[in-house]
T-cell receptor, first 112, second 114 residues
């Protein structure tokens, strides 16, 4: 069965610093990988996705993620964060079809 | 309206009330989902409808009853809820078959059971 582990529940970082949010998954088959962002009192918004091809995926708001099959990881990065990036970030995995399995989320707190 | 909409955005109900949550998707998708998001817990998939048929029901208590009258609309009927049912209820939609499987979410309904 698929599962997703987000290794940090909270990540504090200063504005304009780089950040990495970690995500590891387990699955016995090929997977599709996603990162979603949730701002306070809102639903989840798709940030980026990996389906196949290049292992470096670029998303919205300057975020990118790298798929590493050997380490079963899909870490999210941004070279310089803004206050407006403060939100909760969810990693998700799908083996295709209807089911998305989500991690527990990582709260990114950007401080000025 | 664009994307996925949910009404109401906030709902307070007593344990003996009956209410319904509504979700509508304007994306032409053919699968819809209900999720429950509680504080400090992972997102919990409740129900999945694909091509208007329920394909997954993750051991959700019978006090939650979904309805999908067509591919654009999804309801969650609530009755005799418990305080632990207070949470954010999220609706999502996706295109099944021939797609990249990502789900698009509505803004959620914040439910408080008193």
């Amino acid at each position: 069965a698929q599962s997703v582990t987000q290794l940090d529940s909270q990540v504090p970082v200063f504005e304009e610093a780089p950040v990495e949010l970690r995500c590891n998954y387990s699955s016995s088959v090929s997977v599709y990988l996603f990162w979603y962002v949730q701002y306070p009192n809102q639903g989840l918004q798709l940030l980026l996705k990996y389906l196949s091809g290049s292992t470096l995926v670029k998303g919205i708001n300057g975020f990118e993620a790298e798929f590493n099959k050997s380490q079963t990881s899909f870490h999210l990065r941004k070279p310089s964060v803004h206050i407006s990036d403060t939100a909760e970030y969810f990693c998700a995995v799908s083996e295709g079809g209807n089911k998305l399995v989500f991690g527990a989320g990582t709260i990114l707190r950007v401080k000025s | 309206e664009t994307g996925v909409t949910q009404t109401p955005r906030h709902l307070v109900m007593g344990m003996t009330n009956k209410k319904s949550l509504k979700c509508e998707q304007h994306l032409g998708h053919n699968a819809m989902y209900w999720y429950k998001q509680s504080a400090k817990k992972p997102l919990e998939l409740m129900f999945v409808y694909s091509l208007e048929e329920r394909v997954e029901n993750n051991s959700v208590p019978s006090r939650f009853s979904p309805e999908c009258p067509n591919s654009s609309h999804l309801f969650l009927h609530l009755h005799t809820l418990q305080p632990e049912d207070s949470a954010l209820y999220l609706c999502a939609s996706s295109q099944v078959v021939g797609s990249s499987y990502e789900q698009y979410f509505g803004p959620g309904t914040r439910l408080t059971v008193t």
